[in-house]
């Protein structure tokens, strides 16, 4: 993989380099000077993957339905690096934040919406997308990422960080790792795996591509 997708930099902020891209700040990150703002690894996981993993292939201006976008941290970022985002968020609280974020950000659209029913944004999604991302806490997230595979491209990736407490509390995360990955094989091919602990303890990244019926 290269090693950061176009629209994010390494700058330094105080004694170290950290991730950083160009918007308004969100969350009370550091801005230096020139409009760069931190992207906390800590609080977002694609922050933390292109720290440690670089570019996964977001092209600029691709199209991208991020699941779990909560408060807005990630796909504030997300949209300000040129990517065309559409944030699907349930929870009341973090809606009025994700409101907010996106007022200043064209290429980013808040779907109040539960991510279990994609019916109810299949008139608001537009076109076909080029990366489906997840971050959901919930024992079905398998199933959520199956159900938002109609609106990729037959090309189309997908970048998934399975919680793996949440889905069995009482296993072993490599077992539920496994299982996942078993369960995701009719949508997806999984092309790279990424463990995520040294900022998200018991996560692991999943990267792939929609299963076509060539591919199978």
Known sequence: MNDLPQGVRRRRFGDRQRLA??????YGEPVDASGWRVWD?????????????GD?????GAGVLYLGAATGTTVSHLADMGLCVYAVELSPYAADSLLAVSASRPRLF??????????????IVEGELAWLIQDVASAQQVQIAAANRRFLADDGRMLLFIKARSIDATAEPDVVFTAVEAQLAESFEITARV????????????????????SQ
Do not use: C, W
Request: proline content about 7%; charged content about 20%.
């Open 21 to 26: 891209t160009q918007g308004e700040p969100v």
């Open 195 to 214: 463990a995520m602990d040294a900022t998200h303890r018991d996560h692991r990244a999943l990267i792939g591509q929609v299963r076509t019926a060539q």
């Open 110 to 123: 808040p779907i109040i919406a539960d991510a279990r029913q994609p019916a109810a944004y299949s008139d």
């Open 56 to 60: 996964p292939g977001f092209d600029q």
């Open 41 to 53: 690894t800590n609080r977002s996981k694609v922050g933390a993957l292109l720290q440690t993993h």
